[in-house]
């Protein structure tokens, strides 16, 4: 793990990049890492989060800045900026059952090539997708969710990279931290070793590359 600054982290993504971004409707979203890839302006992102959160708010920020080009997610009901540009076909948008999402993101971590799971069966989540009968149970096998970058906002780091997660942000935080090439953390607290209990771990040091350290930005 390496300590750096936000302008440092979001420098290392390019444009056209797949990233990941923790939360759900902007609780756990690490905006200060949002804030820097709208001010340099990375484009054509692929993100894959839970929801658009709304304008102004969370990954709704890059909407707001028409920064993304493809969108997987469970729902985009509250940002009616996401939704005209779907419309109007400036973003490609995969809408999943939301444990759908959540298990094909586990799998990705995991190192599997997907899960089998009944949810969509018969509807048109089905189409184009293989389907496997076990035990005489119709099956969709959903292909695993990895990314090149995943953007993480922890409660609690370490000085190693150690994380806990607060209350309900810690929702997609965890599995993403486990489904991408590079992992960037924001936490409200850096810690010395030792304060987060071993058991209290949620996201082991090993995950994570770069912690951002700087106050503002």
Do not use: W
Request: charged content about 15%; proline content about 6%; aromatic content about 4%.
């Amino acid at each position: 793990m390496k300590a750096v600054s936000v302008e440092e982290a979001v420098a290392m993504i390019p444009d056209g990049a797949s990233v990941m971004v923790g939360g759900f409707m902007g609780v756990g979203t690490p905006e200060r890492l949002l804030d820097e890839v709208v001010r340099q302006k990375k484009g054509n992102l692929t993100v894959i989060c839970n929801d658009a959160a709304t304008p102004g708010k969370g990954v709704g920020k890059l909407f707001d800045a028409t920064l993304v080009s493809r969108l997987t997610a469970t729902h985009i009901g509250l940002n009616p900026k996401a939704q005209q540009q779907m419309l109007a076909n400036r973003i490609a948008v995969d809408l999943i059952p939301q444990g759908t999402f959540a298990e094909r993101i586990r799998a990705g971590g995991c190192g599997l090539g997907g899960v089998l799971t009944p949810t969509g069966v018969g509807t048109l989540v089905a189409e184009g997708k293989r389907q496997i009968e076990v035990d005489g149970k119709p099956y969709l096998l959903e292909t695993a969710l990895r990314a090149q970058f995943a953007l993480v906002h922890a409660f609690l780091a370490d000085y190693l990279g150690n994380l806990a997660y607060a209350l309900t942000s810690r929702n997609f935080n965890p599995v993403m931290a486990m489904a991408a090439d590079t992992v960037i953390v924001t936490a409200e607290h850096i810690v010395p070793v030792g304060v987060i209990a071993p058991d209290h771990v949620m996201t082991p040091a090993p995950l994570v590359d770069y912690i951002i350290t700087n106050s503002n930005g």
